[in-house]
């Protein structure tokens, strides 16, 4: 591989949040041909109908608990300077009346991150042990500690009153019901509207000179293009046409293993449950009472097996509710190889259910915590597909042995709040300056035989695997009866 300039051609296939990062920060570092495929025509699709990338999505939580993971909090910390510096942006757009040509999908005006706060519920008597660690963690961090409401701390009780945060301490009504509470609320933590966010750095990247080649045959990776002694010099599309590069980095999220296959011992493609509620605008009580002033994002039992989380209702009226207590697989041959990929409403092989676990999972949590929403229903389901890693770390480095080709993926789930600083780390990894925290966490790595490697041991036969599971279906989403099992 040529050593990589300032001019170098650049291709990265993948337009989610890994990709755009990297191609924003590439832009912003000086590189002038940055070039990002897609398959998706996210220019007319706006990150919304049709689309079925983990960050096409309606929300995601923007959190700071990481438990000891001090790393990730402080990249949570920083990102979150630039996403208020970006809902100014498109404040002040909308204080000039400059039109800068948005994208259809997003407006001046529009917020990407609302500060709703996060209230992070413990399922036994005391915080557990992620808990107690995020607290600690919390300390190192000035200002970061006294942002956290402890339910029964005094003092942080005190604190909430003051700043206008108590009514959010116990949203559910659990004390009153004289059930169990064990809740520690973020107030600096809050939820993002996912693909308005996309659309906002696509629109920060093609401001920056990138450009973005987008739909099924023209954005569509075909083949990696490799030179006899096995580097990448470039990619093939669905359309048949060859597009030549210095480097290429894939960042395919559940895509990615099937595209490059060595990926899959350190990744696996895997599926969180997503569960969505709507309530009518006119039911003004409920429209309300989940309103983001009013709703914190929740969770509830995430390192206790539970693995429950939902946000505050969107402009829309949706509440969306998430299960990740287990990721579901689905395997099958790839060229050759057994590989988990994405089977979602817009693949080959389809998918919008959600298995019956899941389901009833979040049915049991609405009927515990938030029962006035049983009456409405369930009223839509999807599987998100994204990659985890062997120890929820995300994968970026140069593949060994095919020299200009990086891989950008394993977001194992968190990755999504990175999307305004992520690219900075990337683009030292391109650089060959890995040797940072980040290029150390997120380097090459294989799996330890013979030890438990984050679920990816169980492989196709393991009992994650979807075709082996009961899905719900339209008639599981109204509540009450007995629930199938
Ligand atoms: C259910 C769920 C909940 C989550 N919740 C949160 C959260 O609350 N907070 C948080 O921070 N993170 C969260 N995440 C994680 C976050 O969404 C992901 O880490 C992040 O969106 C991954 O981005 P990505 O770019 O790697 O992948 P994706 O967003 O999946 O993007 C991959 C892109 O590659 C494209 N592609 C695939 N194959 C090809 C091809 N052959 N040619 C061209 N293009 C191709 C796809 O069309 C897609 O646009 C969640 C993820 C899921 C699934």
């Known amino acids: 591989m040529a050593s990589i300039n300032k001019n170098s051609n650049i291709i990265i296939v993948g337009a989610g949040v890994f990709g755009l990062s990297t191609a924003l920060w590439l832009a912003k570092s000086g590189y002038t041909s940055v070039t990002v495929y897609d398959q998706q025509p996210y220019t007319t699709n706006s990150y919304r109908d049709g689309a079925d990338a983990a960050s ?10 990481y438990g000891n993971e001090i790393e990730y909090q402080t990249l949570a910390l920083e990102a979150s300077k630039v996403w208020d510096e970006w809902n100014q942006q498109l404040a002040d757009l909308q204080e000039s009346g400059e039109d800068v040509g948005l994208p259809p999908g997003i407006k001046a005006g529009d917020k990407l991150w609302f500060n709703s706060g996060m209230l992070r519920m413990s399922v036994g008597d005391t915080p557990d042990k992620f808990e107690q660690e995020t607290l600690k963690s919390m300390e190192k961090e000035k200002g970061l500690r006294e942002k956290q409401y402890e339910v029964g701390n005094v003092a942080d009780l005190r604190r909430a009153q003051e700043l206008g945060w108590a009514h959010k301490l116990d949203p559910f009504h659990r004390k009153e019901q004289g059930k169990p509470h064990v809740a520690v609320l973020d107030s600096k933590a809050g939820f993002v509207a996912a693909g308005r966010s996309c659309l906002w750095a696509m629109h920060l990247c093609q401001r920056d000179g990138v450009k973005f080649v987008l739909g099924p045959y023209t954005g569509k990776l075909k083949a990696l293009v490799s030179k006899a002694d096995g580097s990448i010099n470039g990619i093939e599309t669905e359309d048949g046409k060859t597009h030549s590069a210095d480097l290429v980095v894939v960042a395919c999220g559940g895509w990615t293993p099937a595209i490059l296959p060595e990926t899959s011992r350190s990744i696996e493609t895997t599926a969180g ?30 390192k206790e097996g539970k693995g429950m989380y939902g946000f505050p209702r969107t402009e829309d009226g949706i509440i969306k509710f998430g299960y990740r207590a287990t990721k579901w697989t689905n395997y099958d041959q790839v060229n050759g190889e057994t590989l988990s990929v994405p089977k979602t409403a817009f693949t080959p092989k389809k998918e919008t259910n959600v298995p019956l676990i899941s389901l009833n999972a979040v049915k049991s949590l609405i009927s515990e915590f938030l029962p006035e929403l049983t009456p409405l229903g369930i009223n839509s389901t999807r599987l998100c597909w994204y990659t ?26 968190h990755g999504f709040k990175f999307l305004p600083i992520l690219g ?11 040797k940072n925290v980040y290029g150390q966490m997120w380097r090459w790595r294989e799996p330890k035989q013979g030890e438990k490697n984050n679920g990816l041991e169980e492989g196709p036969d393991g009992p994650r695997v979807l075709a082996k599971l009961d899905m719900a279906s339209e008639k599981d989403w109204e509540f009450g009866g007995s629930p199938r099992l």
């Open 424 to 434: 900075r780390e990337v683009v030292k990894i391109v650089e060959g300056k890995g």
């Open 388 to 413: 985890d890693s062997i120890d929820n770390s995300f994968l970026i480095d140069h593949v060994p042995g095919r020299p200009g080709l990086i891989v950008c993926s394993g977001g194992s789930g």
């Open 273 to 302: 449950s997503v569960v969505n509620v709507q309530i009518p605008r006119e039911n003004k009580k409920l429209w309300d009472r989940y309103a983001p002033e009013n709703m914190p994002v929740f969770t509830w039992g995430m």
């Open 56 to 65: 096409a999505d309606i929300n995601k939580i923007i959190r700071f608990s």
